[in-house]
Nanobody, 126 residues
Framework: QVQLYESGGGTVQTGESLKLTCVAT????????IAWFRQTPGKEREFVAV????????DYADSVRGRFIISKNNNENSATLQMDNVKTEDTAVYYC???????????????????WGQGTQVTVSS
């Protein structure tokens, strides 16, 4: 059973940095990818970033490219989302997700990820 645990959310000001961590348990093969999505009230869940289990491939939403970095810590079976130069529009609940055989085309589709964490709140104030 795959389980995901997010941590690191909080409140920061515009331009500051925040790091989110997703610890994955129960993943026993190298075919899974770890992704971050975010959601604000009344809106659809939005893709943020994805990384393969090996850490060799990754992709970002245009809205965060150049500001956020996703990385994989294989020793700890965790993925980190480093959020730099945050903006008020980054305020959301951030979810970690895991799915297998994710491609660059399907990475943005939340239905491709059967496993989800509980979410962590990120609030950016101006």
């Amino acid at each position: 059973q795959v389980q995901l645990y997010e941590s690191g959310g909080g409140t920061v000001q515009t331009g500051e940095s925040l790091k989110l961590t997703c610890v994955a348990t129960g993943i026993t093969d190298g075919y899974h990818s770890i992704a971050w999505f975010r959601q604000t009230p009344g809106k659809e869940r939005e893709f943020v970033a994805v990384i393969t289990w090996s850490g060799s491939k990754f992709d970002y939403a245009d809205s965060v490219r150049g500001r956020f970095i996703i990385s994989k810590n294989n020793n700890e079976n965790s993925a980190t989302l480093q959020m730099d130069n945050v903006k008020t529009e980054d305020t959301a609940v951030y979810y970690c997700a895991a799915g297998s055989l994710i491609t660059r085309t399907t990475a943005k589709l939340q239905e491709k990820y059967p496993y989800w964490g509980q979410g962590t709140q990120v609030t950016v104030s101006s």
